[in-house]
């Protein structure tokens, strides 16, 4: 029961849509009529309000790393990772927008650092480093999601490592037509209109 408890608590709390509630209460309509039609924080960012697309990214990592951590309090082992996975899940599928959610890079990140403070760390920094150096969003989200599955067994927590791994699958999956355009070339960089 406490690993279904931790499941549902990492659903729900992963589903919330914050980059669709932030844009709507700010006037600024529905963030899935433009861009890639997503609800993460680089779709936001094409509204042209950093403040929100910042917003977003925060409250998504925070809704990665609130069940985690209300896991481990209060229940520990599995649980945790069940939590973890859900979560994620709860981004990419959220019940409240017919399961078409997020591609859970940035709920992801939030869950890496609920789990471990090292695993999380790896994830910031590869993803920032891709960033920083590519200017490409999916590239830097999905080597991210492998440092974080690869992180855990490297630094003492082999535990997590089947729930980031599967993780880092679904969000790889989720970058299918990303990973199409960057074989040809033809992944916009960040900012760029195109890009998801």
């Not at 709390?13 to 890639?36: C, E, H, Q, Y």
């Not at 960012?45 to 809704?63: P, S």
């Not at 591609?103 to 939030?110: E, F, R």
């Not at 980031?164 to 209109?193: D, S, V």
């Amino acid at each position: 029961m406490e690993t279904l408890y931790a499941a549902l608590l990492g659903y729900l709390l992963g589903s919330v849509p914050f980059g669709l509630l932030l844009t709507k209460a700010a006037g600024m309509g529905d963030v899935r009529s433009i861009g890639s039609g997503n609800i993460g924080a680089t779709n936001v960012l094409r509204t042209g309000n950093k403040g929100l697309a910042a917003a977003t990214l925060l409250l998504d990592l925070v809704k990665g790393f609130a069940p985690v951590f209300i896991a481990q309090q209060l229940w520990g082992g599995p649980a945790v990772a069940f939590a973890a996975g859900a979560a994620v899940i709860g981004h990419c599928f959220p019940v409240w927008l017919k399961f078409k959610g997020g591609k859970g890079v940035a709920t992801n990140a939030g869950v890496s650092f609920g789990l471990a403070w090292p695993i999380g760390l790896a994830y910031a920094l590869v993803w920032l480093s891709i960033l920083a150096i590519f200017r490409i969003s999916s590239l830097a989200g999905m080597s991210a999601v492998v440092a974080a599955a690869a992180a855990a067994p490297l630094f003492g927590f082999p535990e997590y490592f089947p729930v980031l791994a599967a993780i880092a699958g679904l969000i790889i999956y989720l970058h299918r037509e990303n990973i199409a355009r960057l074989m040809k070339g033809e992944e916009p960089k960040l900012g760029g209109k195109k890009q998801s």
